[in-house]
């Protein structure tokens, strides 16, 4: 399943990157799908504390509760 991950603020500097395309399974727990970004980006891993993880334009806690990804969705790693 392809998702899109859009990157705002200081994750852009961490990244490089504004956003870029993931392939990540369809069904993933939120802290899954966040080390998958975190394992492209071990950067990130400095700031975790301080990003909101948004999916479908909703905030997601990191931790366990089970995503069901559509194809086309939007990740958003946004620090506050």
């Not at 899109?4 to 392939?23: D, H, M, N, P, Q």
């Amino acid at each position: 399943m392809v998702a899109e991950v859009l990157y705002f603020a200081k994750s852009v500097e961490i990244t490089g990157v504004r956003s870029e395309t993931i392939s990540v399974p369809q069904e993933i727990k939120a802290l899954q799908l966040w080390k998958e970004i975190e394992t492209r980006h071990p950067g990130l891993a400095d700031v975790r504390n301080q990003i909101l993880f948004a999916v479908h334009q909703e905030y997601v806690e990191l931790g366990d509760q089970l995503l069901l990804l559509q194809p086309g969705d939007e990740i958003a790693v946004i620090p506050h």
